[in-house]
């Protein structure tokens, strides 16, 4: 049976095989954070030159210490989205996995990773619209409420609608999109964060902690009588630079 972490990460796979690496190419993981996808490209293609790149140094020297030891080394920087400190056309493929959504101005972002991909080269986005965001508990109000706070907590929750067109606006050509559904029907807090939507709902005065309580003990009565259901749809788009 596929367990939650893996059914959340299923389109991973096809995210990497958009890249097309070839031995000898550079890859470019744009917003790695820890980098488990940098060392998995690594570990898939010995023969590639990884290079992940994070706005938040604690998480790039986390990256950096889970790396130590590995038979194929992965290079780490700290590097704004915005403004990634690395020449023209330096590498074959470039990537950003669930980052847009984070981001204030991902058409920026996206420009940059443009620049440093090479004539040929490879860009693919993958991230979710968080209006597919679906859980099924007893209390339907909660869930509401608790959704759409987090919904509005983010600053592109439907990011996951728009890559398509932000892809073409850079004059990318190829493109292609692939959907996946992400299916979990086990309660395990650590992949969903289930509890810190709920949290924010509460800081932002959509629910009660009473409520957020309930709710979460809702979810757990759920998963107790094999009734627990969460899914969101996560959109992977990639294309090729002229």
Do not use: N
Request: a negative charge; hydrophobic letters at 45%.
């Amino acid at each position: 049976m596929t367990s939650p972490a893996e059914a959340w990460r299923g389109y991973k796979p096809g995210s990497f095989a958009l890249l097309a690496l070839q031995p000898g190419d550079a890859v470019l993981d744009v917003g790695c954070g820890t980098g488990d996808d940098a060392r998995e490209l690594a570990r898939l293609h010995p023969g590639v030159s990884v290079v992940g790149v994070d706005a938040d140094a604690s998480r790039v020297a986390e990256a950096e210490r889970h790396t130590l030891g590995i038979p194929r080394p992965v290079e780490f920087r700290v590097a704004d989205a915005y403004h990634l400190d690395l020449g023209e056309e330096t590498f074959d493929a470039c990537r950003a996995d669930k980052l847009f959504h984070h981001l204030d101005d991902p058409p920026k972002a996206l420009t940059q990773m443009v620049r440093v991909v090479r004539a040929g080269g490879r860009v693919v986005v993958s991230d979710a619209d968080y209006d597919t965001l679906l859980v099924d508990p007893s209390d339907e109000t909660a869930t509401r409420r608790i959704l759409d706070a987090f919904r509005a907590d983010l600053p592109h929750p439907r990011i996951g609608r728009r890559l398509l067109a932000l892809l073409a606006d850079t004059g990318l050509t190829g493109l292609t999109v692939t959907p996946y559904t992400a299916v979990v029907t086990t309660f395990e807090d650590a992949v969903l964060h289930l509890r810190e939507k709920a949290g924010t709902a509460v800081a932002a005065g959509s629910v009660t902690a009473r409520e957020a309580e309930a709710w979460v003990a809702g979810l757990e009565a759920a998963d107790q009588d094999r009734r627990f259901f969460c899914a969101v749809t996560i959109f992977t788009v990639g294309g090729r630079k002229p």
